[in-house]
């Protein structure tokens, strides 16, 4: 980075080869090559943007450089936006590459460190496995090639030029150009296989490219929908007429939400249900079986003494390999910590070494890394004892590293599901445009992926009053008038695919019907007292909980996602100790787990999770 920030004219690959000092331990070409393509791209996940120029004249060889203007802009976040921000590290909670990739985004916009959000885990979505692989060909308009099973089960080999990437219905979907008809397709990422990417021509999509749009024009026809009684508000649930439903996306998640609600399942189907939607007595008995047997499961598994004694169980920590960050994280970190270094100094090492979490012993030797990896002209360090008096160089390394194109890619799948649970969509839109403010074309690129919703933003904050029975100030406005009035909240209802909002009028004395898309909240500054206090409420707590589980179930995968998110395990991988950092968070993964997954201690836990059996 250093060799190729140094030359604005840019510079071939040999001067690159001679001037790097660790290229001249390769004693082949093959092994330069390698070293030199994994290199750049590393830059290109950095966040730098590397040119490839043609020869000058007389010249052979193509010369490199970074673009200008690589370097980004540290936003400047208002205390109310950084609560906000704090989210992010959860909305990703089961998926360790994706939750890396966040922490990265935080590190980046000099927040290393913040702790974990306010919102419940339980709203949000679980990423694809192969969400890193997707997303860098979405970035980049990479060619992909899988099997695909249409939907009637036939199975064909495809070759995509991959647009976009989105989730609708409980699905994630796949968008992009099919080279074998020539044509714009959509795929369902669950009916695809073997996924690889490869390196052919591709056909980038057109400027005007909306992923949301996309997944618009998908119909949810013939989704399978099981009705409850006595149903909960939530956006979980479809209102028809008098009952209400569950979409049966996915039937583990909706059973493990039944159980957690309470749910009782009706014994009957309704005559008639929305066109988009199916429904059978033949289903709902299934669906009433399937929860009962969960139920039951939960309940026997949580009732009398833990299955095995904690103090009987042989740890296994988990291993320095796995703990270790990638070299892609750990020059972040050390760009960032130049970054603050520089801002702050003089500073000393211990306090800058409790920003960033660690001990003024890895500060200062990363600093001397960093100084001793560049060119002398490119930075100056000077460090006296147990302070850091002043630092400065090169932009590039002293102003952090700029969001990559797969970062911006993460960071707008990880808004669009704050937007889901956040009671205020304005102060997340507020963040994202501040965040984007320095990256135009990366916020162009955004629009290549989505969660869509057509459950109002706001829809949260309402069901957060209606729980807290608070009043709201909002503003109503209709084709007639407009006028400001205090409601208090009581129940919302999918009707005629609209969202309402029943609540008690305090202008008109009366319970009245709001269509949602025609309020504004008025009481916006409140948003972070208001998702605190429904924080609290609901026990989801922000202070740290070790909880022992173990697994009893024979899902290769679910093994190793426990795996990875626990701090311990035991040595046949059965047992694991995890952070409890989110009580929603842990009591879907434990009741979506079709009785799998038993809890060994915090006893209060374990009975937490057996009531949900009993309540069932």
């Not at 909706?254 to 939607?277: E, F, L, N």
């Not at 009581?490 to 202008?507: K, M």
Request: aromatic content about 8%; glycine content about 4%; hydrophobic content about 40%.
């Amino acid at each position: 980075m250093d060799v190729l920030s140094r030359s604005e004219r840019g510079i071939t690959r040999e001067s690159i080869k001679t001037s790097v000092p660790s290229y001249a331990e390769y004693s082949n070409e093959a092994a330069f090559e390698r070293a030199f393509e994994r290199d750049k791209n590393q830059l290109k996940a950095l966040g730098y943007h590397l040119e490839t120029l043609k020869p000058v004249l007389g010249g052979l060889y193509s010369r490199y450089r970074i673009r200008n203007g690589s370097a980004r802009v540290l936003p400047q976040f208002e205390p109310g936006e950084v609560a906000i921000l704090s989210a992010l590290t959860n909305v990703w909670g089961r998926s360790v590459p994706a939750r890396r990739t966040v922490s990265r985004i935080l590190t980046k916009l000099g927040l290393a460190g913040l702790a974990n959000g306010l919102t419940e885990t339980s709203a949000f979505i679980t990423a694809p496995q192969e969400i890193d692989t997707l997303i860098e060909a979405v970035a980049e308009s990479k060619a992909m090639t899988f099997e695909y099973r249409n939907a009637q089960g036939d199975v064909s080999s495809r070759t995509v030029t991959v647009w976009g990437l989105g989730h609708r219905f409980g699905q994630w979907y796949v968008y992009g150009f099919d080279h074998a008809v020539r044509d714009e397709r959509i795929f369902k990422r669950d009916r695809m296989r073997q996924l690889k990417l490869v390196n052919i021509e591709t056909h980038l999509p057109p400027q005007s490219f909306s992923m949301k749009r996309a997944l618009e024009k998908i119909s949810d026809a013939n989704t399978p929908l099981a009705f409850i009684e006595d149903a909960p508000d939530s956006s979980a649930v479809v209102h028809v007429g008098n009952v209400s439903g569950v979409p049966l996306y996915n039937w583990h998640e909706a059973v493990g939400w039944m159980i957690r609600h309470h749910a009782r399942v009706a014994d009957v189907a309704p005559h008639s249900v929305p066109y988009q939607y199916s429904a059978s007595i033949n289903l709902q008995q299934r669906v009433k079986k399937t929860l009962s047997v969960a139920a039951k499961k939960l309940t026997e598994m949580h009732e009398g003494e833990p299955s095995i004694s904690p103090a009987s169980i042989k740890w296994v920590e988990r291993s320095s390999k796995r703990r270790k960050e990638t070299a892609l994280d750990h020059l972040t970190r050390v760009l960032r910590i130049a970054e603050f270094v520089k801002d702050n100094a003089p500073v000393s090492l211990k306090e800058t070494a409790v920003y960033f979490q660690t001990t003024p012993g890895k500060i200062r030797q990363d600093l001397e890394l960093l100084w001793l990896a560049v060119d002398e002209e490119s930075l100056t360090l000077e460090l006296d004892k147990g302070k850091v008096q002043s630092l400065s160089g090169a932009d590039y390394l002293v102003s952090g590293a700029p969001l990559s194109a797969q970062e911006a890619l993460y960071l707008s799948l990880t808004i669009d599901q704050l937007r889901r649970v956040i009671p205020s969509a304005g102060v997340v839109d507020q963040v994202f445009g501040k965040i984007f403010a320095s990256y135009p074309q990366l916020r162009q690129l955004t629009n290549r992926c989505a969660i869509y919703s057509a459950v109002p933003v706001s829809l949260a904050r309402f069901e957060s009053a209606i729980r807290l029975r608070e009043n709201m100030r909002i503003r109503y406005s209709t084709s007639r008038d407009s006028s400001e009035r205090t409601i208090t909240p009581q129940q919302l209802i999918l009707d005629n695919d609209s969202y309402y909002l029943v609540a008690w009028c305090h202008l008109r004395r009366a319970q009245r019907k709001f269509k949602m898309a025609d309020i504004e909240v008025l009481d916006e500054e409140q948003i972070i007292d208001a998702v605190e206090k429904a924080s609290s409420h609901t026990g989801d707590s922000l202070t740290h909980q070790k909880v022992i589980i173990r697994y009893t179930g024979q899902d290769a995968s679910a093994q190793q996602m426990l795996e990875s998110v626990a701090e311990r395990y035991s040595k046949d991988q059965t047992i694991f100790e995890i952070d409890l950092f989110n009580n929603a968070w842990f009591d879907s993964l434990v009741t979506d787990a079709a009785g799998t997954i038993e809890v060994i201690a915090p006893l209060e836990v374990r009975e937490r999770i057996r009531a949900y059996g009993s309540n069932s």
